[in-house]
């Protein structure tokens, strides 16, 4: 269990996907170019199994904007997609409806 002080600590933003294409030699990771409004931030995420990168550009996704940056493969990624999964793969989280990137989730 953690307190709330420590959950506040965590950065849910929405972001935008300008750009996607697999990275080489991986058939699971995506490596994606996103806007966050003002900034712009390159993730790579393991969703390539279950998504090709032309279903994602334009998309609106939540990452963790405030994790430290993990190198992948040789490429850095700049925080982490958030995404449900059970038995059936995987589902990215997604705003019900269109918002500013950037936008803090609350």
């Known amino acids: ?5 420590d959950f506040k600590k ?5 972001a935008k996907v300008l ?3 697999r990275v080489d030699g991986s058939d699971k990771l995506i490596k994606m170019q996103l806007s966050l409004g003002e900034e712009k931030r390159q993730v ?4 390539g199994k279950y998504y090709e ?8 996704i ?3 904007a405030n994790l430290e940056p993990r ?31 950037g936008s803090k989730i609350n």
Do not use: W
Request: avoid cysteine; charged fraction near 20%; proline fraction near 5%.
């Open 44 to 47: 790579i995420g393991g969703i």
């Open 10 to 14: 965590i950065e849910l933003k929405v």
């Open 71 to 101: 190198s992948l493969m040789g490429l850095e990624s700049q925080g982490m997609l958030l995404a449900a999964s059970d038995e059936n793969g995987i589902a990215l989280l997604m705003p019900d409806k269109e918002v500013a990137p």
């Open 1 to 5: 269990m953690i307190t709330i002080d």
């Open 53 to 60: 990168p032309e279903q994602l550009v334009g998309r609106q």
């Open 19 to 21: 750009e996607a294409e």
């Open 62 to 64: 939540i990452i963790v």
